[in-house]
């Protein structure tokens, strides 16, 4: 998807550790702008968002950003998509395994370009039906789906005018399936977001980790910037509607610097000013959201909006031979650790050169939807912990690139909450009947379970903290169950 291993280690490190946004010490150029690019002016300064002091608006009030971010923070759940030429391949070039992430086989086989160009021809989306996806992420309980309109093989997933390298001119599928999505999410209630690979473009003259292969990639970056890049997010910004994107997810900002990174948020502000970006544009461009990637951090990231995105198997694009998938009880711990840390869960599938998700994919996400059914309510539209005693010791984990990383230890219980309910998420249900939590400041009037509301359990609050009573002998779900307190 992104960083490959070592890269990704590093710069999530940094992200991880500083609390900024993706960013790569690089010399800054002084660049002329193109005539088509509009140039940054000043922002006003009223009293900032001390809450969630970054964001992609400069100067923006509380009201302001609670406003412009109220649906993210409501949603908790979406899904990822990662879809394009490189799932003709899956993971195979000349009849060999390539190592790695499947959407980067171009960059780790060291394929040519004319030779993976190729692979478009069999890139068929005979069996893409965007109302099936849609349904798919809304059964499961996801408010929104981010899609790949350019990874960093250059190819656009969309009728882009910008040349012919795209999946409208260059395969046989022939239409716009992010024209598709889009109408179809605006019909099941679903907000769509675009990533798109701003710096890395290994066929249109981009950036590449690693360094370039082929000397037909040498290109000058900025005028990959102003002649690729700008005029196609100009396109995905202006061609789908005033709804969407909701999302713009950028990614690794090789070879980015602020002169490059500002010519392309001017356009965002100039076409679809305040819309949600991420921390990855590069050039110490904040953004409005963290994206730790692959882990969850042991605390999130108090006083600022952030999202881990994680993929259901080990890889994000399509890869034939990657079975090794998630259990849901690994999912909906992620799901409720992450919502208990004030964060979003983005969820990725990789649909195969035909545009199907892949079995395995759909069977994990209906089966959360069922959980989602009875206990969506303590995670949608909820803030994180009033505890915090439930996350234990941060201890060091191996992420999804094998790479170590710091997370919670604590895997008894998590926590949300809402006004007028605080939620207790129990992994591992107790055999005396009663749980006890910390003390809260709210009084407490009532608990009931999620899965049984009927259930008369008690609560008792003192110095020692809170007990809940009266709880059933045998768990209402086998992974996690839910009870509400209610103040």
């Not at 992200?15 to 940054?40: A, K």
């Not at 008792?460 to 903290?465: K, M």
């Amino acid at each position: 998807m992104k960083f490959p291993p070592l890269v990704s280690g590093v710069l999530l490190a940094l992200t991880f550790s500083l609390g900024t946004s993706y960013s790569q010490s690089v010399q800054q150029t002084n660049t002329p702008g193109s005539l088509s690019t509009p140039t940054p002016t000043a922002s006003p300064s009223p009293t900032p968002d001390l809450e969630h002091p970054v964001s992609s608006v400069p100067g923006e009030t509380k009201a302001q950003h609670d406003a412009r971010m109220a649906w993210w923070r409501e949603a908790k759940f979406g899904m990822f998509i990662h879809w394009g030429v490189y799932s003709v391949p899956a993971g195979y070039y000349q009849g060999k395994p390539v190592k790695g992430i499947g959407e980067w086989i171009m960059n780790k086989g060291k394929i040519p370009m004319a030779e993976y160009q190729k692979f478009a021809q069999q890139f068929t989306g005979d069996k893409f039906d965007a109302a099936s996806i849609v349904a798919t992420a809304k059964n499961a309980g996801m408010k929104y789906i981010v899609i790949t309109s350019k990874h960093h093989d250059g190819f656009a997933m969309f009728d882009s005018k910008v040349n012919k390298w795209t999946i409208v001119q260059a395969t046989p599928f022939k239409r716009d399936p992010l024209k598709e999505l889009a109408e179809e999410c605006r019909k099941q209630g679903i907000r769509l977001g675009f990533y798109y690979s701003q710096a890395q473009d290994w066929n249109n003259g981009g950036a590449a980790a690693g360094g370039k292969w082929d000397k037909n990639q040498e290109h000058n970056m900025d005028d990959y910037i102003d002649k690729t890049a700008i005029p196609q997010i100009s396109e995905i910004l202006s061609n789908y509607g005033p709804d969407t994107p909701a999302v713009v997810w950028w990614d690794t900002p090789q070879d980015m610097n602020p002169a490059r990174a500002a010519r392309i948020n001017a356009v965002v502000q100039k076409l679809r000013p305040g819309l949600i970006q991420n921390n990855r544009l590069g050039g110490k461009f904040k953004g409005d959201t963290e994206t730790p990637e692959q882990h969850i951090p042991p605390q999130g990231y108090p006083g600022r909006d952030w999202e881990t995105c994680m993929t259901l198997n080990d890889t994000w694009g399509f890869k034939k031979d990657d079975n090794h998938w998630k259990s849901l009880s690994t999912i909906l711990y992620n799901l409720c650790d992450i919502a208990s840390k004030g964060g979003n869960y983005l969820l990725n599938v990789g649909p195969d050169s035909h545009g199907e998700i892949p079995a395995e994919s759909v069977q994990r996400l209906a089966e959360v939807g069922q959980w989602m059914k009875v206990n969506s309510e303590a995670i949608y539209g909820t803030t994180a912990t009033p505890f915090g005693e439930e996350f234990g010791k941060s201890v060091q984990v191996v992420d999804g690139y094998g790479k170590k990383r710091p997370t919670s230890s604590g895997d008894v219980w998590r926590a949300t909450k809402k006004p007028g309910h605080i939620y207790l998420i129990i992994f591992k249900w107790p055999e005396n009947g009663t749980f006890h939590v910390p003390t809260v400041q709210e009084h407490l009037t009532s608990a009931t379970l999620l899965a049984d509301p009927s259930i008369k359990l008690s609560v008792t609050q003192d110095e020692s903290g809170t007990t809940v009573g009266n709880l059933p002998t045998k768990a209402p779900d086998s992974i996690a169950s839910v009870i509400d307190l209610q103040y």
